[in-house]
C-alpha cells in the first residue's frame, strides 16, 4: 500500500509531459489524483478509487456543491479525450495517439468515491519508471485553476535545476493546444504566458521570468528563466526534504541492491547493513571504480562479491573518489559561472534593447511635437563650424535624407526634453539595474 505522503506525488514520463492533449481542469484534477494512487511498485495499473471527500480537501472544494458531479462528469469526458505521445523506440520516433482512461464505475445510490482504470497504453509513461520523468508534489497545483498554468508548471519543473528553458512559441501553443483559440501572439501572452506567470508565482514553488526573441518583427521564441520561489515554501517543507527527493532516493537504493545482487552480494542483512553504514553516493562511486579494475584486469578477482565488499567497507578508492568529486565540484562551478554570465548577458541585452526602442518612440513623439522649420534650422545654425555642416546642407539642397542631420537632431531633442537616463543608457543602467553595469 502506498504511503500517505507517497499519495502527494505525481510522477511521469518527460514524453507525458511533453505531449499533446487538451483537458479541461477537472479533466486535469481526474489525472492528476489518479498519478497519486499508483504505487512505486505497481506493475501493472489497477482500478483506482478516488474519495470525492479527498477531492474536496485537496482541491479545497468544500464549499463544492456540485463537486462529485463535476468529478463524475470530468472522468466521462476524460475517457474520451486522447493524448499525442512522442517517443523514442529502437525503430525510430514514434508517435502514439491513445486515450488516458478505460473504465469508470459509480455507485448507484451514494456520492462518495467513483473508480477508474488507466488505458494500458500509458504502462510506460506512468509504471516503473527509473529515468527521464518528471516528479513533483501534487499540493504546488491544487490551487490552480488554469489548466494551462498547471501545464506550463510541469513543463518548467522539468528544466528547474537547468535554469531556463526555451519554446519556440508556436511549439508551445502545440503542446497546449491552443493554437487555433490564439493565433495572436500578443493574447496568447495575455491570456496564458501573464496568467501562468501570477499563477506560479502565488501557488507554486518555482516562478518564472522570460525573454521574448523574435525573428524581424514577430516573437519566434520565448525563452523562460527559472526561479526557486522561497515565498511559497510551506514551513514543512523548508524543514523536511521533500517528497520526491525520498521517494528518489528510496528508488535508487532499491535499484543499487539489485546492481550489487547481481555481482554475487546477496545477503539482504548485509546490503542493509551496508546502506545503512555508507552513503549512497560512496556505494556508487566505489562499484564504479571496482567495475573498471575488474575490465581491466579480467580473470584477477575470483570472489567480485568479497572484494566489492571490502573496497566500499575499507574505502579502497576514497582518494580517487575525493579527486572525481573535486573535478566534478569544479567543472559545476564554472558551468554555474557560465550560467550566471549568459543569464546576465541576456538580461543586458533585453534591457538594452527595451531602453533604445523606448528611446526612439520619445524622440519620435518630440519631432511630431517640436520639430519644425524653425527648429531645423536653428540646429543647422549651431553646427555651422562643425567639419560635416557643408555636406548635410549638400544632402538637403539635394533632397538626399542625412544621417548625420537626424543625428543632431535627436541629439538636440534628447538633450533639451528628455532626462539624462532616458537619454543615456549606461546613466539609466546605472540608476536602474547597477548590478548589470559592466
Known amino acids: 500500500m502506498a504511503s500517505k505522503d507517497s499519495n502527494k506525488l505525481i510522477k511521469k514520463a518527460n514524453e507525458l509531459v511533453e505531449s499533446r492533449y487538451k483537458f479541461d481542469i477537472w479533466e486535469t484534477r481526474v489525472f492528476a489524483k489518479m498519478i497519486t494512487l499508483i504505487n512505486k511498485d505497481d506493475e501493472d495499473f489497477k ?11 485537496d482541491f479545497q472544494l468544500s464549499k463544492n456543491k456540485d463537486a462529485y458531479k463535476r468529478l463524475k462528469d470530468g472522468a466521462r469526458r476524460l475517457m474520451r479525450r486522447i493524448v499525442k505521445i512522442t517517443y523514442n523506440t529502437d525503430e525510430g520516433e514514434k508517435v502514439l495517439e491513445t486515450p488516458v482512461i478505460i473504465g469508470l464505475e459509480t455507485l448507484v445510490a451514494g456520492k462518495s468515491f467513483i473508480d477508474v482504470s488507466f488505458h494500458p497504453n500509458m504502462k510506460p509513461f506512468l509504471l516503473q519508471l527509473k529515468s527521464q520523468f518528471l516528479m513533483y508534489d501534487i499540493r504546488n497545483i491544487l490551487k490552480i485553476s488554469s489548466v494551462h498554468s498547471v501545464r506550463i508548471y510541469e513543463l518548467l519543473k522539468q528544466y528547474e535545476k537547468i535554469g531556463f528553458r526555451t519554446f519556440l512559441v508556436e511549439e508551445l501553443k502545440d503542446i497546449l493546444q491552443v493554437s487555433e483559440k490564439y493565433p495572436l501572439y500578443a493574447n496568447f501572452k495575455q491570456r496564458i504566458i501573464k496568467k501562468a506567470q501570477k499563477d506560479l508565482e502565488k501557488y507554486t514553488d518555482i516562478s518564472f521570468t522570460y525573454e521574448e526573441i523574435k525573428k524581424v518583427r514577430s516573437v519566434e521564441k520565448i525563452k523562460f528563466f527559472i526561479h526557486k520561489n522561497i515565498d511559497k515554501e510551506s514551513s514543512s517543507t523548508k524543514q523536511e526534504t521533500s517528497l520526491a527527493e525520498v521517494s528518489s532516493v528510496i528508488d535508487e537504493e532499491d535499484d543499487w541492491k539489485n546492481k550489487l545482487r547481481e555481482e554475487g552480494i546477496k545477503d539482504d542483512k548485509v546490503l542493509d547493513a551496508l546502506f545503512k553504514a555508507h552513503a549512497l553516493k560512496h556505494i556508487q562511486a566505489t562499484f564504479e571504480k571496482c567495475q573498471k579494475h575488474f575490465n581491466k584486469n579480467k580473470g584477477s578477482v575470483n570472489n567480485k ?13 576514497n582518494s580517487e573518489i575525493v579527486e572525481d568529486d573535486r573535478k566534478i565540484e569544479q567543472e559545476k562551478k564554472r558551468k554555474e559561472r557560465e550560467r550566471l554570465r549568459l ?4 538580461q543586458y541585452n ?17 519631432k511630431v511635437k517640436y520639430l519644425d522649420e524653425s527648429l531645423l534650422e536653428k540646429i543647422l545654425d549651431e553646427k555651422k563650424s562643425t567639419p560635416f555642416y557643408q555636406m548635410v546642407q549638400t544632402s538637403i539642397q539635394n533632397n538626399e535624407n542625412s544621417k548625420m542631420l537626424d543625428a543632431w537632431v535627436n541629439d538636440f531633442l534628447a538633450e533639451k526634453y528628455l532626462t539624462e537616463e532616458e537619454a543615456n543608457f549606461d546613466l539609466y543602467l546605472k540608476k536602474y539595474h547597477p548590478d548589470l553595469m559592466r
Request: avoid cysteine; glycine fraction near 8%.
Open 47 to 57: 482500478t483506482y478509487r478516488i474519495y470525492i471527500k479527498e477531492i474536496q480537501d
Open 350 to 366: 533585453t534591457i538594452k534593447t527595451g531602453f533604445y526602442k523606448a528611446y526612439t518612440v520619445k524622440l519620435g513623439e518630440l
Open 305 to 317: 562479491a568479497g572484494y566489492l565488499l571490502n573496497a566500499i567497507n575499507k574505502g579502497y578508492y
Open 343 to 346: 543569464e546576465r548577458e541576456n
